[in-house]
């Protein structure tokens, strides 16, 4: 049972992928930092070859996002619950991890991890929890910054990693549940995802700056605002723009930009109430994707179209490339 959780991919072409393994046999190559566990980290080189292959933590780890700078090391964010490898001088050594039963089943509480690579994949540069006594802190989001200071997202809104891993250097409370985070051409960070009740507020301007229910649909009632997207500036102090985005659906979970600073953001949706423009397809699934691209200000829609067939459907990758064209 190997399930690929997160994928990126470096200038080179190097590819880098990981996730959690039930697997006795995952395949480690020679030096590799660890020959068992219960989530792996490899890479293959641009032919295809491995790069490196191996296993990274116990059970109870999962990762859920990748990031890689230029020097080749690769960065994992995800969920733990304990017994993940920490290191020497790392932010946060200890897991806010519990399970309290309540007679009939145990609650547990989850913390989330931020792990740095060497680009050999044989040691770890650093590793922390990052997470505090809520019940859960799940990061399903990274972007890294040009000075290697990391930005990891989830239910407990978005923190600021040091580029050594020892020190929080800022945070934002979550009115996002961030699922995509990227850096525009300016610096600014992006963030996207479902929202957290009804805490997130819109700036002027912006594409969607008041929310619509949309239509019903009868397999889901009663629906709350589902989509958002946020512009904030580097030091997380303040927010430039903010939107919703589409109908109560709308499960945004993928973002990236193209040359021009236009961003892109796909995920899954109902078959009705996503906002289209110049679409190549209907909805048509109770679940399908989609694929929308706005400009960087967040003020104007410039495509967005339903993705996918009769069955259930999402769009879960997306990258641009330098002659405009975007694949998912």
Not at 6 to 34: E, R, W
Not at 156 to 168: D, M, N, P, Q, V
Not at 243 to 265: E, K, R, S, W
Not at 287 to 307: A, Q, R, V
């Amino acid at each position: 049972d190997d399930v690929a959780g997160a994928i990126a991919v470096d200038p080179a072409g190097n590819v880098y992928v990981t996730g959690t393994t039930s697997s006795l046999d995952f395949p480690v190559t020679k030096g590799a930092y660890s020959a068992k566990g219960g989530s792996f980290l490899f890479k293959l080189n641009p032919d295809g070859s491995v790069g490196y292959s191996t296993y990274f933590a116990p059970s109870g780890n999962s990762p859920g996002a990748i990031v890689v700078d230029a020097a080749g090391s690769a960065y994992l964010a995800g969920t733990s619950q304990g017994n993940l490898p920490v290191t020497l001088g790392a932010y946060q050594t200890e897991c806010n991890c519990s399970a309290v039963s309540n007679g009939f089943f145990d609650v547990i509480s989850i913390s989330g991890f931020v792990t740095k690579f060497d680009p050999s994949g044989s040691s770890l540069i650093y590793s922390t929890y990052l997470g505090t006594t809520q019940l859960e802190t799940p990061l399903n989001a990274m972007a890294l910054a040009p000075d290697g200071t990391v930005y990891v997202g989830g239910f407990a809104g978005i923190s600021r990693l040091s580029a050594t891993g020892s020190a929080l250097l800022g945070s934002l409370p979550p009115t996002i549940n961030a699922e995509a985070m990227a850096f525009g051409p300016d610096g600014s960070l992006y963030v996207a995802g479902g929202l957290n009740g009804f805490s997130f507020h819109t700036t002027a301007g912006t594409f969607e700056p008041t929310y619509s229910l949309g239509p019903t649909l009868t397999y889901q009632p009663q629906p709350s605002p589902a989509a958002g997207i946020a512009k904030v500036d580097a030091q997380l102090k303040g927010v430039a723009a903010a939107t919703y985005f589409g109908g109560p659906y709308d499960q945004i979970g993928v973002m990236t930009f193209d040359t021009a600073g236009n961003l892109y953001v796909g995920g899954n949706t109902g078959p009705q109430g996503l906002p289209t423009r110049t679409p190549l397809q209907g909805g048509f699934a109770a679940g399908t994707g989609f694929l929308s691209e706005l400009s960087g200000d967040l003020s104007t829609l410039l495509f967005s179209s339903y993705f996918g067939d009769n069955e259930v459907f999402a769009v879960q990758g997306v990258g641009t490339v330098a002659d405009g064209t975007v694949r998912i």
